[in-house]
């Protein structure tokens, strides 16, 4: 590879189509290694909470395909063909400026998420010294331990693309073989009857707002792949291989983790895969599959800390900055905060539906503005033309037009639908939240 293929790697430079490293084969090990984590696990808990199993399995395959369907739509499948990432690509629909005022929301959320990960690492290495050594640790020790993993998070990161392929290559067919034997273990301790009939265990009285708020969690689950999804489409060696890359690993392989997690909350009592899988699997293999837990929460994580740092080398006081200063500068906020990872990770809930509010529209604008307005069609000179006489340049620097749609759309998602709470408003029942925040979007846009 030559020098500005690497250096295209780990910066905002478009990557040409000899310089994309990920076949279908690889793109799927990726998707896969990045969506089966943490997330799915408490997606699957909150679903047993609100809907029977039967129902979850539905909400969960319609939710996940319409998200992931849409973020590959507005965001994959631009980045492949452009080799950009997914904040360089910003820069065409709201403009410089609204490209980092945009980012700077974008970051905290990744912060978020990155904590989140390295926390749920924390908690399987607790599960796995309980077991092995009959030791407790600390709440201090779980926050210590979330710092490692995020520093290893670090590491690979400062490795790059190549570390994070050969690193899925071993820990999605470990972890795949790995579940699919806890499934066939948790159907054996119970029954697939008892599964199959599970009615939820602590749902609203009113069932269409159950029924809208799966939904509601797993359009979350798919829409929330935005902000890393177009740093493994520019990676991508076709098309179809970005797109069924995306159905296959961000798409289908989460829910069937969401569906396990959710059947081990209606059977075992609890969706956290640091607490069932040493009891049901025993303690050898359910070590190994936890193990497995810890390496796809490191490469999740990886993914999320990747993505932000392409999206920094945007800023010009980053632009020019070494790769290690990149990173290590993301790697603070992340640390800092880690020190209030158990009340982060307690509101997950929280992070997934503030996805929707932002991302459901977010990705209607920029498919109704790069297929229809723009007739598929960026010029890509322009995108990097920092001039006066840009083609791509915005009156005052940002589609301020498109920011407020934007803006306005997540306030109406989150007076219909509080993220935090889940108090919703009489509106919700009738049409959702995410339905009203996204046909306000097109239409206004």
């Not at 392989?253 to 607490?275: C, F, R």
């Not at 920011?403 to 108090?423: G, H």
Request: hydrophobic fraction near 55%.
């Amino acid at each position: 590879m030559d020098n500005y293929a690497k250096e295209a790697q780990f910066s905002c430079m478009p990557l040409t189509r000899n310089e994309r490293m990920y076949g279908l084969f690889d793109s799927t090990l990726v998707n896969t290694g990045y969506g089966i984590a943490t997330w799915c696990f408490l997606t699957g808990g909150l679903l047993a909470g609100i809907v029977s199993f039967k129902v979850a399995v539905l909400t969960a395959i319609a939710g996940n395909v319409i998200g992931t369907l849409l973020v590959a739509l507005a965001v994959s499948v631009i980045s492949h063909k452009y080799g950009i990432d997914t904040y360089t690509s910003i820069g065409v629909f709201f403009g410089k400026i609204g490209m980092k005022i945009v980012f700077a929301i974008f970051i905290i959320c990744n912060v978020g998420w990155v904590i989140v990960l390295g926390s749920m690492c924390a908690r399987s290495s607790f599960s796995l010294t309980s077991a092995l050594a009959g030791t407790e640790l600390s709440a201090g020790a779980i926050t210590a331990l979330t710092i490692v993993a995020v520093a290893i998070m670090w590491f690979i990161v400062w490795k790059g693309p190549a570390a994070l392929k050969l690193m899925n290559r071993v820990m999605v067919p470990g972890l795949s073989i790995c579940l699919i034997i806890m499934i066939v273990a948790l159907i054996k301790d119970s029954s697939w009857a008892a599964i199959w009939n599970a009615q939820p265990l602590w749902p609203y009285e009113d069932n269409v707002v159950n029924i809208l708020l799966a939904l509601e969690l797993n359009i979350g689950a798919g829409i929330s792949w935005w902000p890393g999804i177009g740093a493994l489409g520019r990676l991508n060696k076709t098309t179809g291989t970005t797109v069924w890359g995306n159905m296959l690993g961000l798409a289908f392989a989460p829910v069937v983790v969401a569906l396990l997690s959710a059947a081990s909350a209606y059977t075992v009592g609890s969706s956290d895969p640091t607490e069932w899988m040493i009891p049901l699997g025993g303690v050898g293999f359910g070590a190994l599959a936890l193990f497995f837990v810890i390496l796809a929460n490191l490469s999740s994580g990886s993914y999320a800390y990747y993505n932000t740092c392409l999206g920094l080398k945007n800023y010009n006081l980053f632009a020019n900055r070494s790769w290690t200063f990149v990173t290590i500068l993301f790697l603070v906020p992340v640390v800092i905060l880690s020190f209030f990872q158990d009340f982060v990770y307690g509101n997950y809930q929280m992070l997934l539906n503030f996805s929707v509010a932002v991302f459901g529209p977010m990705s209607i604008i920029q498919i109704l503005d790069y297929y229809v307005f723009r007739k598929r069609h960026i010029d890509l000179r322009a995108l990097y033309d920092v001039t006066e006489t840009s083609g791509m340049r915005y009156n005052g620097g940002a589609n301020w037009g498109g920011i407020i749609i934007l803006a306005l759309s997540t306030v109406l998602y989150c007076v219909i639908l509080n993220p935090a709470t889940w108090a919703y408003s009489p509106v919700f029942p009738v049409a959702s939240a995410f339905v009203p925040s996204c046909v306000f979007a097109l239409v206004a846009y």
